[in-house]
């Protein structure tokens, strides 16, 4: 629900949203450029006193003095019949040069306030502001949900281009369009008197004739106040003997005699007039030039945001589900798939199950977790799909699953089945799944299967989950998914180095550059590749397959190359069509991020793990390490001859320190041995690392990776941590297929 509201004005408003926001762009230079030109009294503190006498001396018939935000002074006055704005020099008094408003300022300040439409403008623009405002407050809401927790919301933002483009531009600008927002729907308010603007009483003035001669104005006492807190002077008039010199400043509004130099009356500011001057500041810049160039770097986002954030709906959009055959009512239905999503990309499989259910004869009824709902009278299994959003959380459209499982009514008899939907690096990985499983167990319903998991959308793992139940429900399941994959890029193969002497089991390193076609504005003459770091993945379609297979990234975007390393599996499609190519074949391919497999920021030490094609995105790892930070690598392969990937470059790294220290275990050559033997081995060392504040990076298969774990378990043994808790702190992650 909270996705759909901060999407709604987002569409609504979008245009005056826009303009609003690049015209409070244009707008937020001024304050900057007017600060750039003042000419200012200089480190020596002066009155208003001795300005005003200044003025009145080299500018005849002056009648106001207006002090800008900037510290500009403005005079005007009667010349030749015309009134006339000069600019002054606060040290002399003297006129440098007209004053003449912008007439584009003033075009643009017209837009921004009230579109040219008077009072219904000005609604129309506040209405803009307050849905800015829910817009940034929702939007920091989901980030904040996005990340796994506000504690994360300032980590790595995961997803595809896209995503990334929104949220990242998002927390950029949240401060600064949260600030705009909420100033401009507060000086609205107080347009319309909703919020007193303040200043409602007069001061009360009792004045009579001038009997005396007029005080010098450099005398008057009352004027002795610093030329910082003024904002207006206007002048008496010599030409009234009852007149006297009026004077705004920010502490409030009051009239001076001319004869003794005065107050006649004075009317303090009050806390309204105050808290306006602030946000009118705080939303203009004006005083605070600085702020308004922030802010207008972040209005500037504004028209990108919108962009990106409809871009992500209408994505959001392609991607619901798309139902091949009825959708059986709820009332009828003997099976209720639900589904919770964030991105809507469960709704793929669910379809996937859902024709293949039909087809075996039930009558399905499918529907979001959030409809939940009483009425399934003929209800006998129910099946979840469900992601887990951050880490652990329900997805959004599962928010209210469990409240409403808790008040609901289910028939006795019911059978369910839980399969789950996550990125494994997450330290609660199919978290929220498991917690759906728990609470449907806790209602006293029976479980087909045990809660299944499938990592980073995997086909095969969700076509094993599919096989598993069709067993317990003793049908045969036809399940036919197409993913919807991401645009592809093609890429040309430009090098490879092979190792293994059996060409049926060799691995191969290749290294691609964009072929002829792949544009990427802004450039647009030559092929270029898209923004990606090394860890991040590589998707793949082999030709005759519908699923990705994803190889972790040697390389990243400044390298100039797109680097994997691949071992060719026996019957494997996607490793079989890669180890075959031969330079200058082209093959297309897409992008994922994979923020999490990173090392972090600082120079604590870093541990990197990997067996075989895992040490790819390790060495890319080493590579960029330009700070000399301790990097430590156990690397493992099957013998030193022809399976020591990358043997060479590892050694000259090490010469050139960006490697420290290299380990080495082979399977079936010299001690036999294995990465975790290793890692036993220097269990001592590791430790003392680890109380340094090393991170812990593992590449490579499920079972090396889960005998690197056990071991590490070991090695931490009465150190006071475990395996789990430095994975909760990010100090232990994992690539792992």
């Not at 904040?144 to 929104?166: E, F, K, N, V």
Request: with cysteine.
């Amino acid at each position: 629900m909270l996705r759909k509201l901060h999407s709604i004005p987002g569409l609504v408003a979008a245009l005056l949203m826009t303009i609003v926001a690049m015209t409070g762009t244009v707008l937020s230079v001024n304050p900057a450029l007017e600060h750039a030109s003042a000419v200012r009294p200089g480190l020596t503190p002066l009155s208003v006193a001795t300005l005003a006498s200044r003025v009145s001396t080299s500018v005849p018939d002056v009648e106001t003095l207006i002090r800008r935000p900037s510290g500009a002074i403005i005079a005007y006055y009667q010349a030749g019949g015309e009134q006339r704005a000069s600019i002054i020099d606060p040290a002399t008094g003297k006129a440098v040069g007209d004053y003449r408003p912008s007439p584009v300022e003033r075009w643009l300040k017209n837009l921004h306030r009230k579109l040219f439409l008077g009072d219904a403008g000005r609604i129309a623009t506040g209405a803009t502001a307050a849905f800015m405002l829910f817009a940034t407050l929702s939007g920091l809401v989901l980030l904040a949900r996005r990340m796994g927790g506000w504690t994360h919301i300032a980590a790595p933002i995961r997803g595809d281009g896209l995503q990334r483009l929104h949220n990242e531009t998002a927390r950029a600008a949240l401060a600064g369009l949260t600030l705009s927002a909420m100033t401009g729907v507060v000086m609205s308010l107080t347009t319309f008197g909703v919020i007193p603007e303040g200043g409602a009483q007069e001061p009360a003035l009792s004045v009579s004739a001038l009997t005396t001669p007029p005080m010098p104005l450099r005398q008057m006492p009352a004027l002795a106040i610093d030329v910082s807190r003024l904002r207006q002077l206007t002048f008496a008039s010599a030409a009234d003997p009852s007149s006297s010199i009026e004077v705004n400043t920010t502490d409030g509004v009051g009239y001076v005699d001319r004869s003794s130099g005065r107050w006649l009356a004075f009317q303090p500011a009050d806390a309204w007039q105050r808290a306006h001057g602030v946000v009118r500041m705080l939303h203009t810049g004006e005083g605070l030039w600085w702020l308004g160039l922030i802010l207008g770097v972040s209005s500037a986002s504004v028209p990108l945001l919108a962009a990106t954030g409809l871009l992500l709906w209408l994505r959001r959009r392609r991607a619901m589900l798309k139902l091949a055959g009825n959708n059986v009512p709820a009332r009828d239905a003997d099976t209720v798939l639900l589904v919770g999503t964030e991105g809507n990309s469960t709704w793929g499989f669910a379809s996937a199950l859902h024709a293949a259910l039909i087809r075996a004869g039930f009558r399905v009824h499918v529907a979001p977790m959030n409809d939940f709902a009483a009425g399934y009278r003929s209800l006998r299994y129910l099946l979840v799909l469900t992601a887990t959003y951050g880490d652990g959380d329900a997805p959004e459209s599962a928010i209210r699953f469990l409240p409403k499982l808790e008040r609901l009514t289910i028939p006795g008899g019911v059978a369910f089945g839980v399969l789950g939907f996550g990125d494994r690096q997450f330290p609660h990985f199919c978290g929220y799944a498991r917690t759906v499983h728990d609470a449907l167990t806790a209602r006293g319903l029976e479980a087909l299967t045990d809660p299944g998991t499938v990592d980073r959308q995997s086909e095969p793992e969700f076509r094993q989950w599919c096989t598993g139940l069709a067993e317990r429900l003793g049908v045969s399941l036809d399940i036919r998914y197409t993913p919807l994959l991401p645009p592809t890029i093609p890429l040309k193969l430009v090098s490879r180095d092979d190792y293994g002497a059996d060409p049926e089991d060799m691995t191969s390193v290749l290294r691609f550059r964009p072929a002829a076609g792949a544009r990427s504005w802004p450039t647009l003459l030559r092929p270029r590749l898209p923004r990606f770091e090394t860890g991040d993945l590589l998707g793949v379609v082999p030709p005759g397959a519908t699923s990705p297979r994803y190889y972790s990234l040697a390389s990243a975007t400044a390298d100039g190359l797109v680097e994997i390393c691949v071992r060719r599996h026996l019957n494997g499609v996607c490793s079989g069509y890669l180890t075959g190519l031969q330079p200058d074949d082209t093959i297309e391919a897409f992008m994922r991020p994979h923020a999490r497999f990173r090392p972090g920021a600082g120079s604590a030490p870093v541990i990197l793990i990997g067996a075989g094609t895992g040490i790819g995105p390790l060495i890319g790892f080493i590579r960029h390490n330009a700070a000399r930070r301790p990097m430590h690598l156990y690397f493992g392969a099957r013998n030193a001859d022809d399976g020591f990937l990358y043997r060479d470059e590892l050694r000259h790294l090490v010469a050139d320190r960006r490697l420290q220290a290299l380990t080495t275990a082979f399977s079936r050559s010299g001690s036999r041995s294995y990465v975790q033997e290793r890692l036993l081995a220097d269990a001592q060392s590791l430790r003392t690392l680890v109380t340094q504040g090393a991170q812990i990076m593992v590449c490579g298969g499920r079972r090396m990776a889960e005998g690197v774990a056990q071991a590490w378990e070991r090695i931490l043994t009465d150190t006071g941590l475990s395996v789990a808790q430095l994975r909760e702190q990010g100090r232990y992650v994992e690539d792992v297929y």
